[in-house]
């Protein structure tokens, strides 16, 4: 319903509606617009429904932001696990091109390189360090 909300009022729609009624409020109320008495000559109830509509409004952009923070979030683990999968898959496959390369007894000038990208990332490590840097900073 926040999302529902917050798209609404984050719309030209919702401008055009809010000129129409603030606008004839303040039009009708300085005796402008003569198709009604005017019933708030001193504009507080205005004030007062302008503010009100604010707090609502600021509180339902809250709950949208929050809901996008929260599945940024899973995107981000997401993307985290699948790049360390892919980083292990990654290293296997060295390995093995390595394997074929000693087998052939091909040398290259990248022999060192390639040795450094046969050192697996360990992913629990990893995510156990991400966790841990996340509750230091929540403390």
């Known amino acids: 319903m926040a999302g529902a909300i917050t798209s609404f009022t984050g719309s030209m729609r919702f401008v055009y509606l809010h000129l129409v009624l603030y606008g004839s409020w303040i039009l009708i109320n300085l005796g402008i617009l003569p198709i ?4 708030d ?3 507080v109830i ?3 429904a302008a503010s009100v509509e604010a707090i609502f409004l600021s509180t339902f952009v809250l709950i949208s932001q929050n809901q996008t923070a929260a599945a940024q979030d899973k995107r981000a683990d997401l993307d985290l696990q699948i790049s360390l999968l892919s980083e292990h ?3 296997k496959l060295t390995e093995m ?3 074929i390369r000693d087998h052939l007894g091909i040398t290259t000038d990248v022999d060192e390189e390639v040795e450094e990208t046969m050192n697996d990332v360990a992913p629990e490590a990893v995510l156990d360090v991400l966790s841990e840097a996340e509750q230091q900073r929540s403390a």
Do not use: Q
């Open 89 to 91: 898959e990654l290293t």
């Open 97 to 99: 091109v390595a394997a």
């Open 36 to 39: 009604l008495p005017p019933f």
């Open 41 to 43: 000559p001193s504009f």
């Open 46 to 48: 205005l004030a007062m």
